[in-house]
């Protein structure tokens, strides 16, 4: 059973065993990962066939931890944040600042700073979810060789010919409507969320972005949204979140140095 797989201080982050990772899974894991290393988690990875299954919004990957199953990164970030705090042990890291502290001006900055961050979270989630959608379901390539049999591996024909191409539609229809479903309107909107994202690498001064003392969920989602776009280019044959990385130095260079940091080896 699922409560079996994890213990109260080990999470499980659950996997599915499909060969070829959505773009998405492949995104969110790499934060999750992140995140569960920023608050000195323990944690295993476990391969489970149709994993959205057990998912409570029908995505993954899940985290399953202290008998919780969790997907949404800002839930997640949200989660963790309050029962842990926002001070964690992190080899290297700087103390003081934004985390929590025994006097009420300190608390009340973290506080600050934990809005602020879930403030970020959700900004950036919609574009991302955005972006997401658009590699899965647009992007022919992905659609054609991951998403289509991925979607129809579970259904019988004529289903698994027709359902795909009728969710392609409802995801088209979406994008659209928010101005993201041609290509050059997707890059635009791409490129002003790694330009936000590079403005606050530019601006940051502690190794953090928003200059926290610790490492936040926001640095969490930022490192994996790059690693994840820096990977695209030979994975999925994406160029373009690739270039956008390399256009702007300064977040390339927040992730490179924090990482290591995060995950250490």
């Not at 985390?99 to 961050?117: F, H, I």
């Not at 919609?126 to 992007?139: F, Q, R, V, Y």
């Amino acid at each position: 059973t699922l409560v079996s797989m994890a213990t109260k201080d080990e999470a499980t982050l659950l996997l599915t065993t499909e060969e070829a990772d959505l773009p998405s899974e492949r995104l969110f894991a790499e934060c999750l990962r992140l995140l569960l290393h920023r608050y000195g988690i323990a944690f295993t990875e476990s391969r489970l066939r149709n994993c959205e299954w057990v998912s409570p919004t029908g995505l993954s990957p899940v985290i399953h931890h202290e008998g919780q199953l969790m997907t949404d990164f800002a839930c997640i970030c949200d989660h963790y944040q309050r029962s842990r705090g926002l001070q964690s042990p992190l080899p290297g890291a700087s103390t003081g600042g934004g985390g929590q502290g025994p006097d009420g001006e300190a608390q009340g900055q973290s506080k600050v700073l934990m809005a602020t961050v879930q403030s970020y979270i959700s900004a950036f989630s919609s574009s991302i979810s955005c972006l997401i959608d658009h590699l899965t379901w647009i992007l022919d390539s992905t659609y054609s060789n991951i998403t289509k049999p991925r979607y129809a591996s579970g259904m019988v024909r004529p289903l698994a010919w027709l359902l795909p191409g009728q969710a392609r539609s409802r995801v088209r229809a979406r994008l659209d409507a928010v101005g993201w479903l041609k290509n050059q309107q997707a890059s635009e909107e791409a490129s002003w969320l790694f330009s936000s994202l590079g403005l606050l690498a530019k601006e940051q001064t502690t190794g953090h972005l928003l200059n926290s003392a610790q490492p936040t969920g926001l640095d969490c989602l930022a490192c994996g949204l790059v690693t994840f776009a820096l990977a695209c280019k030979h994975e999925i044959g994406c160029e373009i979140l690739y270039e956008l990385v390399l256009a702007q130095p300064d977040l390339l260079a927040y992730q490179k140095a924090l990482v290591p940091r995060l995950m250490p080896r």
